[in-house]
């Protein structure tokens, strides 16, 4: 299994970034996909969950900011990440069941 994870970089506070996760190994459409979020000295922390019928949560610190979304065509997952702050400058995870990306920097600052 492969869950690699893409779209991270620097911006400023206020601006947006979409990230991608491309899957594979895996059947997509049957999974559970989820996005984390660490930052250096904390614990990984849950950003937002799709289910593989298309329902959606979020942390509430990034509810009405972030939209998570599923291309089962492409066996793709993404994160639209608008209103940056920088809090949420981390290392963001792709996740499924057992299986983790490699992680792609955010980093939001002026």
């Known amino acids: 299994v492969q869950l690699q994870a893409s779209g991270g970089g620097l911006v400023q506070p206020g601006g947006s970034l979409r990230l991608s996760c491309a899957a594979s190994?895996?059947?997509?459409?049957?999974?559970?996909m989820a996005w984390f979020r660490q930052t250096p000295g904390k614990q990984r922390e849950w950003v937002a969950t799709i289910t593989s019928s298309g329902g959606t949560s979020y942390t509430s610190s990034v509810k009405g900011r972030f939209t998570i979304s599923r291309d089962n065509a492409k066996n793709t997952l993404y994160l639209q990440m608008n209103s940056l702050k920088p809090e949420d400058t981390a290392v963001y995870y792709c996740?499924?069941?057992?299986?983790w990306g490699q992680g792609t920097l955010v980093t939001v600052s002026s």
């Open positions: 190994g895996i059947i997509f459409s049957d999974n559970l």
């Open positions: 996740n499924a069941r057992v299986w």
